[in-house]
């Protein structure tokens, strides 16, 4: 069986959480020779199980004879965690390889890793992706990368797209992750407007699902709107990106924003936003939790 490309490579994948496991599954169902690897050894066997293919017991025995190492985990330490040590995936990667890294993360680890990835003959992108845990298990999920070398982009690419509706090459080492910052400013305002304009609705006597399907034809329309509108006016937020993620990324392109000079007055704002709502028990509700904010005040 081969993939949309028509070939077949031996692949790892590091980091089987709720974006990693269906991005990895859909690169066993393009033909690839998938090799595993998770903290939790149960998670590993467990897919192994569901897709075939295998596990391996650290990141190194993961990246040994693979042709690409792709991670998802959860931040900067994490990345650092499975790259570098004996039992890190460059201990075991052979030179000619190419690691990829789907965390979203800062762009200066980015840079990090590119250059230790150079010193051992390993190509290196930073690629994180949005879409949420929907584009994973749909493969619709949209690639923002950063290379320091274009080969390795294009080597990568036809691998990515077994879960990837589209893939950009954004620039040298950084560029992805710091299109993804541009990503979640952007989606934390939206979302913030949508609340308050559902909000607005609520308390003006008017129908929100039907304002909603009425506005959503016009100029305000949304991804955020489509998808998450009708289930934000009925206060349903047990699905789809976690509040904690967000502060997570939010933290990082506020962290960007100190060293580059840029003003986000909206985005930190929004951060404390998403604070308070942590402080309501909503770590783990979706980014549309915004509205419980407003609608129970």
């Known amino acids: 069986m081969t993939g949309k490309t028509g070939s077949v490579s031996n692949v790892a994948f590091?980091?089987?959480?709720?974006?990693?496991?269906?991005?990895?599954?859909?690169?066993?169902?393009?033909?690839?020779?998938?090799?595993?690897?998770?903290?939790?050894?149960?998670?590993?066997?467990?897919?192994?199980a569901l897709y075939g293919n295998r596990a391996a017991p650290t990141p190194r025995e993961a990246a040994d004879g693979a042709e690409f190492v792709l991670l998802c985990v959860g931040n900067d330490d994490d990345v650092r965690q499975v790259v570098y040590g004996p039992d890190g995936v460059l201990a075991g990667v052979a030179a000619g390889a190419v690691l990829v890294d789907h965390t979203t993360a800062s762009a200066e680890v980015a840079k990090?890793?590119?250059?230790?990835?150079?010193?051992?003959?390993?190509?290196?992108?930073?690629?994180?992706?949005?879409?949420?845990?929907?584009?994973?298990?749909?493969?619709?999920?949209?690639?923002?990368?950063?290379?320091d070398d274009e080969a390795f982009y294009e080597l990568a690419r036809p691998v990515m797209e077994a879960y990837a509706k589209a893939t950009?090459?954004?620039g040298?080492?950084?560029?992805?992750?710091?299109?993804?910052?541009?990503?979640?400013?952007?989606?934390?305002?939206?979302?913030?407007?949508?609340a308050e304009g559902i909000n607005f609705a609520a308390k003006?006597?008017?129908?929100?699902?039907?304002?909603?399907?009425?506005?959503?034809?016009?100029?305000?329309?949304?991804?955020?709107?489509?998808?998450?509108?009708?289930?934000?006016a009925k206060g349903e937020f047990d699905f789809g990106f976690a509040v904690e993620w967000m502060r997570k990324d939010l933290g990082i392109v506020l962290a960007e924003a100190d060293r580059n000079g840029a003003r986000l007055p909206v985005t930190a704002l929004i951060d404390q936003f998403y604070a308070q709502v942590i402080a309501r028990g909503g770590r783990r509700w979706d980014t549309s939790s915004l509205i419980h904010l407003l609608a129970n005040d």
């Open 168 to 170: 950009s090459l954004m």
């Open 112 to 147: 990090e890793l590119a250059e230790a990835a150079a010193e051992f003959g390993v190509g290196f992108v930073d690629a994180p992706v949005s879409g949420g845990q929907a584009g994973a298990e749909n493969g619709q999920l949209t690639v923002m990368c950063g290379s």
């Open 14 to 48: 590091i980091g089987l959480g709720v974006m990693g496991t269906p991005m990895a599954r859909h690169l066993a169902a393009a033909g690839h020779q998938v090799t595993v690897y998770n903290r939790t050894p149960e998670k590993a066997l467990a897919w192994v």
């Open 172 to 194: 040298p080492a950084g560029s992805g992750q710091l299109t993804k910052m541009v990503n979640q400013i952007c989606i934390a305002g939206v979302v913030q407007g949508l």
């Open 204 to 232: 003006a006597g008017l129908d929100p699902d039907a304002v909603i399907d009425v506005i959503r034809y016009g100029a305000a329309q949304s991804w955020q709107m489509e998808n998450r509108g009708h289930t934000m």
